[in-house]
């Protein structure tokens, strides 16, 4: 093809037909530039391509991040039921019995409530996708507005639960409980043990000793401890409260955005 317009060139020149030379050189131009856009257009639109299929690999591994995190949700909520229901049935029980008496089926309720659970991101591929820059391959302004503000409230959620149960409830609430009550001969509630399943595999130890019982009943009933234990119940209470609120709301939110991930996969 080549040597075909050189020939043209060539027979051209000889023939001393300048003007006619002069108009194939600009259509061979014209030709080269179209040539060279079309090149281009095919490298756009294969780069185009590569991004697309790149956003969709994204699309669904924050598809299967975000189911993980909302199955993490239904444990934490679930988690917290269990706090929730133990401190309410400790109170129940020492308006009824006017203190801390007849406790036999109180202390593993009471013990229920020196547990508390870090919160996890499962949201690996978003927190990728932001530290690398890859965020921006979504297409969709709207749901990357949504990852980013979800990332930050998750972010948020988790340092908070951290700090709280750290300064809250590991320093403030639980070494008053373990203290003073029978954590040693009766240890955990059934629904408690049940749900340490999920996420642990190991034994307690229970020591048989049927004076324990007495002993703490009659030490939790001394004024003091009493008024900071029942004190340390009912916060216990609202933190869990307030745990299980955060969850749920975020939950929600999860929700909303696996909706539009997984809208955006069936439109890509």
């Keep these: 093809m080549i040597k075909f317009f050189r020939h043209i060139r060539q027979s051209l020149i000889r023939e001393n037909?300048?003007?006619?030379?002069?108009?194939?050189?600009?259509?061979?131009?014209?030709?080269?530039?179209?040539?060279?856009?079309?090149?281009?257009?095919?490298?756009?639109?294969?780069?185009?391509?590569?991004?697309?299929?790149?956003?969709?690999?994204?699309?669904?591994?924050?598809?299967?991040?975000?189911?993980?995190?909302?199955?993490?949700?239904?444990?934490y909520i679930a988690c917290e039921d269990i706090i929730l229901k133990q401190s309410e049935d400790v109170v129940r029980h020492y308006e009824i019995n006017q203190g801390f008496h007849n406790m036999d089926s109180i202390f593993a309720k009471?013990?229920?409530?020196?547990?508390?659970?870090?919160?996890?991101?499962?949201?690996?591929?978003?927190?990728?996708?932001?530290?690398?820059?890859?965020?921006?391959?979504?297409?969709?302004?709207?749901?990357?507005?949504?990852?980013?503000?979800?990332?930050?409230?998750?972010?948020?959620?988790?340092?908070?639960?951290?700090?709280?149960?750290?300064?809250?409830?590991?320093?403030?609430?639980?070494?008053?409980?373990?203290?003073?009550?029978?954590?040693?001969?009766?240890?955990y509630s059934s629904s408690m043990l049940e749900m340490f399943k999920k996420f642990y595999l190991f034994d307690f130890i229970r020591v048989n000793d049927t004076e324990l019982s007495a002993i703490s009943s009659e030490v939790i009933n001394q004024p003091e401890i009493r008024l900071e234990l029942i004190n340390k119940v009912a916060f216990r209470n609202t933190m869990a409260s307030m745990q299980k609120k955060g969850n749920e709301s975020l939950k929600i939110l999860a929700e909303e955005i696996l909706e539009k991930v997984e809208t955006e996969i069936i439109n890509n």
């Design 17 to 75: 037909r300048f003007s006619k030379y002069l108009l194939y050189a600009v259509g061979e131009i014209f030709l080269v530039v179209i040539g060279i856009l079309i090149a281009l257009s095919i490298n756009s639109w294969n780069d185009r391509k590569k991004l697309k299929a790149q956003e969709l690999t994204y699309l669904k591994n924050l598809k299967t991040d975000l189911q993980a995190q909302i199955g993490l949700f239904d444990i």
């Design 110 to 187: 009471l013990n229920d409530l020196t547990v508390r659970w870090t919160f996890s991101n499962a949201n690996t591929t978003l927190m990728e996708m932001i530290n690398s820059g890859q965020i921006n391959l979504i297409s969709n302004e709207s749901l990357k507005g949504d990852l980013l503000a979800f990332n930050q409230s998750i972010e948020i959620f988790a340092t908070n639960t951290q700090n709280n149960n750290t300064n809250l409830i590991d320093r403030l609430t639980v070494p008053n409980l373990i203290s003073n009550t029978a954590y040693a001969s009766h240890g």
